[in-house]
């Protein structure tokens, strides 16, 4: 690995790509030295007598002071000086814990997860998600922003999580605790940009273009330049991987990494980290967020595809939400019908060639061939939420509903992700929030969301707006418990019923009944069928018939707190408003 600082035996090693600058020099305890390059722009020196704990920086051209762009840590900030530090000193406890299974995802934002917003906080709590059945945490971005409050799409030190969370000796002790409980960590990664706020690679280097896109310079992944640009991208991703235990990464908006190489960087970066943790016997897995409509994203490299092991994708997310609020706008034009839901069950994707009234082309490849555990789906997230005008959660868009949803999303053949409060019912927020200590970039942000939301929209640069999002599950009350047990059986019953664990989509029947969907899902051996009701009046319908035996009622909403009045006699069902029933045969 060519980049960042190094501990060896008696010293530290500096690399540092970058051909920018007339005159490169490090500055480090107390010493400025000159550091030597090649033709390339490639720059390394060792100096003896450094250890981890010492601060350091690159000097540009004699005054501009600058942190080194593969930094581990940045206690002060972005704009202050990198800290060594030696990954290998941490004493791991996690060596003899096995990998439990991709199954789902629990994703939650560091900073609004726990009063403390460390991830000392969220450690505190990993006996209650462990206990509701989660097995896998998703960790929104930690990499190093400006200011202490930030989702963490703003990062620009990709190897050195956020001081305000802890810095890197704490993500390690969570990532171990969560290994001691058999859990394991997912971290969302951002590869596709950099943050407004403390980004200096392009003085170090022809980092950037903006040759592919109309908003402005990207990372330049083809271009003359691209090999030392990859190289930091793929460094990054392993460095993380192994360096923090990780057991996977999710890859931010895939979409916007504009590559017309004959291996696109995120089959490259899928197979180098497969490789590595085939190497260390845990594998690595690779989930990406893509709206490129395509399967190609987790199709087998040997067949064209780019080797990912699920993807994101909004269709699911999309239909539900505009079947339940009724929504016609931006993203939800091309949505609103209770068939689409069904429809996408069957078909992983939605949208599968149709022109789309959001994007104004043609939109989405057919997906049914794929196993439902390549799709990543969810009712909620931080992106669906977050990018509403105040950050509202369907428990407060659609009263009564969470139940039902529940359901949906833990009935579906797909891999489910539940974003942090869902499995309660939190009705705290999560709108957008920054605190860049620009403060000409932080009047720009706020006019920004004004201008896209309304005078109305949260101050994203108000401290009280962090404190909007943060979340509050002892105000949930009984209600909450009950909506718990559901998660907690409903996620027990994906583990124990072969029918309902992700599977290939083929073994999914799913069918509209005006506002009701009926999922059927059949093994080898059983079957198991979901109602949910997506709107607030009561429905009648008439059950398909079971292959064996006969449809017998195993989780009815009402009992865990939803709206009562399931009634199940033989194939008839009664169903109130936002009703949800699980039935098993035989």
Known sequence: MRFGADVIEGGTRFRVWAPRPRQLELEVSGQRLTVPRDALGWGEVVVPGVGPGARYCYVLDGDRRRPDPASRSQPEGVHAPSEVVDPTRYRWQDTDTLQPPLTSLYELHVGT???????????????DLQDLGFDVLELMPVATWAGPRGWGYDGVT?????????GPERLRALVDACHQRGMAVVLDVVFNHLGPEGNYLGEYGPYFTDRHTGWGEALDLDGSAAGPVRAFILHAARALAAEFHLDGLRLDAVHALVDRSPQHLVAELSAALHADGEERGRPVWVIAESDLGTPRVVEPAEEGGWG?????????????QAALTGEQTRRYADFGRVSQVARTLERGFCQTGRRSIYRGR????????????RIVVYAQNHDQVGNRTFGERLSTLVPGCAHAVAV????????????????????????????????????AVRAARRREYG??????????????ARLRPANAGARGEGLRRLYRTLLGLRRTRPSLAAQPLARTEAIAEGQAV?????????????????GPEATQLLLPIPR???????????????????????ERLSLPGYGAIVCAAP
């Open 408 to 443: 949906a999303l833990l009935t579906s053949p797909f891999l489910p992700l539940v974003f942090m409060g869902e499995e309660y019912g939190e009705v705290a927020p999560f709108p957008f929030f920054t605190s860049f200590g620009d403060a000409v970039l932080g009047r």
């Open 455 to 468: 005078a109305g929209a949260p101050d994203p640069q108000d401290p009280a707006t962090l404190e909007m």
């Open 548 to 570: 064996h035996g006969e449809w017998r009622m195993i989780v009815d909403a009402g009992d865990f707190g939803g709206p009562q009045g399931a009634q199940l006699e033989g």
């Open 308 to 320: 990912c092991d699920a993807l994101w994708h909004d269709d699911f997310h999309d239909a539900l």
């Open 518 to 534: 009926v999922v059927r899902r059949a093994s080898v051996r059983e079957e198991t069928l979901a109602v949910y009701k997506l």
């Open 362 to 373: 043609r939109y989405g490849e057919p997906a049914a061939h794929l196993d439902g555990r």
């Open 113 to 127: 997860f726990s009063p403390a917003g460390t991830f000392d906080g969220v450690a505190e709590r990993l006996a």
């Open 158 to 166: 990709w190897l050195a999580p956020h001081a305000a969370y802890g």
